[in-house]
């Protein structure tokens, strides 16, 4: 998820605030041994007691990512307590610290501040501008990151941990799957509407380099996140004649794209990046349309998936949450949670939970894999740490409303663009 997504359902202040007290909003070390080593010999560090280890969530639950916040708080607060029942890490409690900035990125900074000296490590991290804005203190802390954002421009950092694929090798996945499967030929024109900033630009550095390998050519229309209405786009696509639409930008602009294309006759396939769709999308006007030409590129599979570990965590969710929306924040949020916990049961094994040896326990896995999707590779900082794509289609009737149209794979010359890029 990057800056640039457009507004979501919001939650009601009220749930928020029952959400974050009942997930551990207190910053405030619980003492015995917070640092040294401790009773059994582990070394730990800031986040580490003999008691606890404690974790941190920089989240959105007031703002406009709060129906996403609120899933991936809520999975990952359901694997902490998992955890604990089956005795915790190195003998200690798992405690999620929350604090909610409210897609805010002054409110941000100030939450690290206050919580930075007391967690061990962050499982979550709303908003690529709030990623960018603490990146150099995340990295001279040694608190390992996993962002709930995709961009290339995150990789190479020893403590931030892209998770899975980043936006190019996406882009590359969908003009890999037009050419397949929709009938794109050399000398064809493919659209691409992508938001400014990170997120569309890498973006948009994919398909270019995948359009130009399959002989085609790309037709960019960039937007700003307040663009909701891509009538104009639209009309500019259909002008120049183009065979297929690319989509990196939000929900919105996806539903806008699809339902103006096919009010105005350009009937052709749409394929998004994962963050331009949500369940919600279904409930609205562009459902038909979205249902006819919409497929997704994601790293991680559907929440309706029949992989045993999707499905054990989608029950477990359900009873846990009963009620609760389960989209992609809860498969990502999970997921994320339980890499958290592998790499933090590796560092005690050898020894110490002192937050450098974390992330080197962290950079020392390069064949992990949670059940939840594809094996990651986290051993170079320079690449993404997966390479494998699923496709998406809508439907209105699967949970989350998205079914595997394809399962993972690698796309035709991903290796080769990660090797030019020096990955």
Known sequence: MNVTHPTRILLASALSALLLATTGCSSKADGDNAGGDGADGVKSGPGVTDKTVR??????????????????????????DETNADGGICGRKVEIVVEDHG???????????????DVVALPQVIGSPVVAALIDDIEQDHMLTFPQAWAASLLGKD???????????????????????????????????????????NALEGSTWAAERAGLTVTGQKIKATDTDLTA??????A????????????????SLA???????????????????????????????????????????????????????????????????VDSGVLSGYNAAQLMGADLKKA???????????????????????GLGTPQNFSDVNAPASLSTYVLRPDAKALGALVIAEEAHEAPGVDEYVASLGG
């Open 159 to 201: 403590s931030v941990q892209v998770l899975g694929t980043t936006y190019d090798v996406d882009m590359i996945a969908a003009v890999d799957f037009l050419t397949r499967t929709k009938g794109l030929k050399k000398g064809d024109k493919i659209g691409h509407v992508y938001f400014e900033g990170d997120y569309g630009a």
């Open 348 to 370: 005690c094994e050898a020894g110490s939970l002192a937050r450098e040896d974390v992330v080197k326990a962290h950079r020392s896995q390069k064949n992990v894999d949670t």
């Open 259 to 325: 339902g103006v294309a096919a009010s105005r006759g350009l009937r052709v396939p749409i394929v998004s990046s994962a963050p331009g769709f949500a369940p919600q999308l279904m409930k609205t006007p562009a459902a038909k349309a979205l249902e006819a030409m919409l497929h997704v590129v994601s790293a991680a599979p559907a929440v309706s998936s029949d992989l045993p570990g999707v499905k054990s965590m989608v029950a477990a969710y359900e009873k846990k949450y009963p009620g609760s929306l």
């Open 240 to 255: 120049a004649g183009v065979k297929a639409v690319l989509v990196s930008a939000g929900p919105a602009q996806t539903a």
């Open 55 to 80: 974790l941190g969530a920089l989240t959105d639950l007031t703002g406009p990512y709060a129906t996403l916040g609120k899933s991936i708080v809520q999975a990952q607060q359901m694997w902490a």
């Open 103 to 117: 897609y805010d990125v002054q409110k941000a900074v100030t939450a690290y501040a206050d919580i930075s000296a």
């Open 233 to 238: 786009q639209v009309s500019a696509l259909r």
